[in-house]
């Protein structure tokens, strides 16, 4: 039997008699094979990847230029900050290419689990400010002391 998704390409059972050993996989190769394995087991998937991380970068920049325009002409600030909104998602979605690019050419299988992880900083740092600037605005801390 062989272990579904395993980077370890190996029998579940080992062959030895000895009793304790005999459910024990075999976990002799290193932590980065899952990736390699993925990217020689299926590359029109990671192809695809590619592809939509790419349409993904054209769109969102797309998007970021006609919205910031349009909120320029129509002096909305809501329009301007969806903009940058598409901006960042423009900027995650390199940080993606790069990871999932980088992987299928083979430069190191911990590219893309690094750039999972820096996505995941990004938003978490959008989040932040975002709840931060809510709880503030929730609590009237920004009011000036006229309006209090």
């Given at each position: 039997?062989?272990?579904?998704?395993?980077?370890?390409?190996?029998?579940?059972?080992?062959?030895?008699?000895?009793?304790?050993?005999?459910?024990?996989p075999n976990l002799e190769p290193s932590s980065g094979e899952l990736l390699t394995d993925?990217?020689?087991?299926?590359?029109?998937?990671?192809?695809?990847?590619?592809?939509?991380?790419?349409?993904?970068?054209?769109?969102?920049?797309?998007?970021?230029?006609?919205?910031?325009?349009?909120?320029?002409?129509?002096?909305?600030?809501?329009?301007v900050a969806s903009a940058w909104h598409h901006r960042s998602d423009a900027l995650s979605?390199?940080?993606?290419?790069?990871?999932?690019?980088?992987?299928?050419?083979?430069?190191?299988?911990?590219?893309?689990?690094?750039?999972?992880?820096?996505?995941?900083?990004?938003?978490?740092?959008?989040?932040?400010?975002?709840?931060?600037?809510?709880?503030?605005?929730?609590?009237?801390?920004?009011?000036?002391?006229?309006?209090?």
């Open positions: 039997l062989y272990q579904i998704g395993s980077c370890f390409n190996q029998p579940m059972m080992t062959s030895s008699t000895s009793s304790s050993s005999a459910m024990l993925l990217a020689s087991n299926y590359p029109d998937a990671m192809g695809a990847a590619i592809i939509v991380a790419a349409g993904s970068v054209l769109a969102k920049e797309a998007l970021y230029r006609y919205t910031l325009r349009a909120g320029r002409l129509s002096n909305n600030t809501l329009l979605s390199i940080v993606a290419l790069v990871g999932v690019g980088g992987t299928y050419i083979g430069c190191s299988p911990l590219l893309d689990p690094m750039a999972g992880f820096v996505v995941s900083l990004m938003i978490g740092k959008v989040g932040v400010e975002a709840g931060y600037g809510a709880a503030r605005e929730l609590t009237d801390a920004d009011m000036s002391e006229e309006d209090k």
